[in-house]
């Protein structure tokens, strides 16, 4: 895997990607108000189409295997808010450019209704979520790195084993 992933940081100010200073700060306030307005949160780690055999990371039908799942009990949701809020608003302006391999999601719900879901690459160190369209702030690992470690899931491992063997 390590191999495929090639990283480069590409040193752009998000003001050319035609947003704003202030985009890590509603970054920050959205992230905010969907952990305040959420009924669950449930954090996963699972597998990704690239610790597949090369020959098959482009299949259509590959499944995503789950090797665990968390719903957050009132304190670590509670927890997670207090490190949203006490992370760093400014916008990010360093930015990846590397083969996306997220191997944890937390979804956001309402009810039964699924709000928004973030996909976590730990291996670039990319984040993408759909419950904002603006960059996000630069402290957002600060928040994401120990709701992971407390939910007992792993920043890396061996992906392509754990593929190999939920296949047997």
Known sequence: M???VVLFVLMAPALAYGHDANDGKRYKEALAKAIRTSDRIVVTEHSDRFDFPMPEVNRKDLPQFEYGRVELSESAK???LKDVEAMDAKTQD???DCIFVPHHTIKFYSGSTLKSTMDICFHCHEIEWDGSKDIRSKGLWSAI???IKDAGFHAERDWAALVKERRK
């Open 2 to 4: 390590a191999s495929i």
């Open 145 to 147: 790195t120990p709701l």
């Open 94 to 96: 360093i930015f990846p």
């Open 78 to 80: 509670a927890k997670f």
